[in-house]
């Protein structure tokens, strides 16, 4: 299982959000080339980039930051970027520019089309974002709760041919009160294709419990607040991932 480190991008900055909220902000780093350059450093295999700005605005706003991350790490390890990706043509500038995976949260949701456009016409390199609270989706920075049932929703998408979908528990992102683990493999077992599970990760008892339901189809954990603030070592937690996984496959 990949241990993704989150970096969240706010006015070029490194930053952690409490549960979305804008005003909520802790400010880890001036510099985003070089914490993901720390990551790549301690062992990361994937990063995990949003654009707050860009998903508020609904176009990227981050630019010189992702361009800056792009040529520390980009060849080295995938990027999986998101905020604020609305059309083909800055998915296509993204791809272009060293991104490996777009991110679509909202505009899957109310523009289900735009979804199934990117994934015909950039396969392999979409993933969605599924936003929820209590098995309903949440969309705009989660300011908003929807009618629609996640299940539902990513059963459609995985129809549309998504690499993977990126489940996040609303209630606990950035609470570090551990992930919602029951939700997650209630979603992936539905799927067949892979789930990233995404907030509440709190130190390497959350990594454990992610192992042992790995086999249900969950490939991958975003991690943010925890790596950030101290609470899991990411290079521990990467190599007990690692160690668990061969377990398994022994």
């Known amino acids: 299982m990949l241990i993704?480190?989150?970096?969240?991008?706010?006015?070029?900055?490194c930053v952690r959000l409490k549960q979305g909220a804008m005003d909520k902000v802790t400010v880890f780093s001036?510099?985003?080339?070089?914490?993901?350059?720390?990551?790549?450093?301690?062992?990361?295999?994937?990063?995990?980039?949003?654009?707050?700005?860009?998903?508020?605005?609904?176009?990227?706003k981050n630019e010189a930051a992702i361009k800056a991350i792009t040529a520390a790490v980009g060849g080295k390890l995938p990027i999986q970027l998101g905020g604020g990706i609305r059309d083909l043509d800055t998915?296509?500038?993204l791809i272009d520019s060293g991104v490996s995976y777009v991110i679509i949260g909202t505009a899957a949701v109310k523009t289900p089309g735009f979804l199934h456009e990117a994934c015909t016409a950039f396969p392999g390199h979409v993933l969605v974002a599924l936003d929820a609270k209590d098995g309903k989706v949440a969309v705009d920075g989660w300011s908003k709760l929807t009618g629609h049932e996640v299940l539902d929703l990513a059963k459609k998408f995985q129809d549309y041919g998504v690499e993977a979908i990126i489940?996040?528990?609303?209630?606990?992102?950035?609470?570090?009160?551990?992930?919602?683990?029951?939700?997650?493999?209630?979603?992936?077992?539905?799927l067949s294709v892979p789930v990233i599970a995404s907030g509440g990760i709190n130190g390497l008892?959350?990594?454990?419990?992610?192992c042992k339901v790995e086999a249900e189809g969950i490939t991958g954990a975003v991690t943010g607040r925890a790596i950030y603030e101290g609470k899991l070592d990411f290079a521990a937690a990467q190599k007990l991932a690692d160690e668990l996984s061969k377990k398994r496959e022994a």
């Open 91 to 93: 998915i296509e500038k």
């Open 167 to 190: 489940y996040t528990d609303i209630g606990r992102d950035g609470m570090l009160t551990g992930v919602n683990i029951d939700a997650t493999v209630t979603l992936a077992k539905a």
């Open 4 to 13: 993704i480190p989150a970096i969240d991008l706010k006015d070029g900055k």
């Open 205 to 210: 008892d959350d990594v454990r419990a992610l």
């Open 30 to 60: 001036d510099d985003p080339a070089a914490m993901a350059a720390q990551w790549l450093k301690l062992g990361a295999r994937r990063l995990h980039v949003i654009d707050l700005n860009g998903a508020a605005a609904g176009r990227p």
